[in-house]
Nanobody, 124 residues
Framework: QVLLVESGGGLVQTGGSLRLSCAGSGRTFSSYAMGWFRQAPGKGREFVAVIHWSGSDTYYSDSVKGRFTISRDNAKNTVFLRMNSLKPEDTAVYYC?????????????????WGQGTQVTVTS
């Protein structure tokens, strides 16, 4: 089992940047594929990005590709989401997710572990 705690959300203007962090507990953090999802008001949870346990592979949704970058530091049990060129439509609660079964399982939300979420608000 892994416990996840997100941080780094906030209020930013259109075109601005934020970096989200997700700190994980447990000695097996490096065994998990890690990812980010988001949920905007009145909408369902949406996949954003995933990173392989080793950090060697990443995958992004089309809506954030080229603007967001996911990375991880297994020595610090932390995964990051760098968000550039933010748009009002990026406004959402961002959730960190972990899945020991890998990136495909994480994207499909098959037995993900979840953090509590962090709010990102982008003003126009």
């Amino acid at each position: 089992q892994v416990l996840l705690v997100e941080s780094g959300g906030g209020l930013v203007q259109t075109g601005g940047s934020l970096r989200l962090s997700c700190a994980g507990s447990g000695r097996t953090f490096s065994s998990y594929a890690m990812g980010w999802f988001r949920q905007a008001p009145g909408k369902g949870r949406e996949f954003v990005a995933v990173i392989h346990w080793s950090g060697s592979d990443t995958y992004y949704s089309d809506s954030v590709k080229g603007r967001f970058t996911i990375s991880r530091d297994n020595a610090k049990n932390t995964v990051f989401l760098r968000m550039n060129s933010l748009k009002p439509e990026d406004t959402a609660v961002y959730y960190c997710a972990a899945n020991v079964r890998g990136g495909l399982a994480l994207r499909a939300d098959k037995d993900n572990y979840w953090g509590q979420g962090t709010q990102v608000t982008v003003t126009s």
